[in-house]
């Protein structure tokens, strides 16, 4: 029987337990499609940081090289707020991410029809919205040199080179085949000549894909637009800093930030994450919604694994569970039939994979 290792970083916050829930979501979609798993826990973030010194142990980044696919929960919270940057658990994040190779971020923002009604925006302006943020991950702002602060002054460099670019770029266009066709390519190039060179590049990588329609948008309209009229975007591409504020606002097209999954991949291995944060609010009480690491567990097996007929049936349990009235405490308000725990909704996810 096949046997993948899954290396688990649970972090901070909700992130044990929704991440519980995708095991065992996995679990069962494995036992019913004649595989299995091995799960290897990794440390990262504030609990990584509590225990080692360090947010981002060596180890953690060993075991996920040699790991069949990552998955992640979340990372972060109050706690390790005041720590020094190098320190904090999202400084472990960024770390991963580098280490891993893992520049492009897949951000998919689908309306479930069973919850059109829970997005503040209203439902024929949602309805049928299909986006794919491709995101650059481990460039740009986030990563560039010079960087410091003193007393009175602190700066960030956003960075691109043409060959961090042209690779995200193919990423979209290739992504956007396998779609609509159509990449609207996110920028500042009014006033950033980073900006500028990132659409000169894309309109170069993009002659390679004729049958791909190409736009381009200033990020500031593309925030608007995306409120204003979502169903216009098929494949979003953008760099780093758009692409997280661009994400989160997708999101709320959908209902809510705890539905979004996401996959970042490169050449070497891909993590696969939810796309909200560790929600330290309302961490241990058993009430986040885990839907988002269960669909994030979906694209770890349809991208990493190849096992798409299981990926095809946790997709399918998630939108029935949904369809029958099922909710955590998020979406209670939208046409609960039973308002539902972290616990039991993950349970009813697993029990309806072959239905
Ligand atoms: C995300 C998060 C991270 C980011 C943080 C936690 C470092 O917001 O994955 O979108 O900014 O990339
Ligand atoms: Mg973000």
Not at 32 to 53: H, Q, R, W
Request: net charge negative; proline share 4%.
């Amino acid at each position: 029987m096949k046997n993948y290792n899954i290396t688990l970083i649970k972090g901070d916050g909700i992130g044990p337990e929704i991440i519980d829930e995708a095991v065992k979501v996995l679990d069962a979609v494995a036992s019913s499609c004649d595989f299995d798993f091995s799960y290897d826990e990794a440390l990262m973030g504030g609990i990584a940081y509590d225990m080692t010194g360090d947010p981002l142990p060596q180890e953690t980044i060993n075991k996920s090289l040699n790991s069949d696919a990552v998955l992640f929960g979340a990372i972060g919270g109050p706690k390790w707020d005041n720590l020094p940057r190098e320190k904090r658990p999202e400084s472990g994040l960024l770390r991963f991410r580098k280490e891993l190779g893992v520049y492009a971020n897949l951000r998919p923002a689908v309306v479930y029809q069973e919850l059109i009604n829970a997005s503040s925006l209203k439902p024929e302006i949602i309805k049928d919205v299909d986006i794919m943020v491709v995101r650059e991950l481990i460039g740009g702002i986030y990563f560039g040199e010079p960087k410091g602060r003193t007393e009175e002054k602190g700066w960030n460099t956003m960075v691109y080179t043409r060959s961090e670019i042209m690779r995200i770029a193919h990423q979209a266009f290739r992504i956007a085949q396998q779609r609509e066709k159509r990449v609207c390519s996110v920028d500042k190039a009014n006033v950033l000549d980073v900006s500028q060179l990132w659409r000169d590049t894309v309109i170069e990588v993009s002659a390679e894909y004729p049958d791909v329609e190409l736009t381009h948008m200033y990020v500031d309209n593309a925030a608007m637009q995306l409120v204003l009229n979502p169903r216009q975007f098929d494949v979003m591409l953008t760099g780093n800093i758009f692409g997280d504020i661009l994400s989160d606002e997708a999101s709320m097209l959908c209902g809510s930030i705890g539905l979004l999954p996401s996959a970042s991949v490169g050449e070497k291995i891909g993590v696969y994450e939810p796309i909200h944060g560790s929600a330290p609010d309302i961490a241990g009480q058993g009430v986040a919604n885990p839907i988002a690491t269960i669909a994030s567990a979906s694209m770890m097996l349809r991208y990493a694994l190849g096992e798409i007929e299981a990926a095809d049936k946790v997709d399918s349990a998630i939108k029935k569970v949904l369809k029958e009235g099922y909710r955590t405490g998020d979406l209670a308000q939208f046409d609960a039939k039973e308002v539902c725990s972290t616990n039991e909704i993950g349970s009813i996810i697993a029990n309806y994979l072959d239905r």
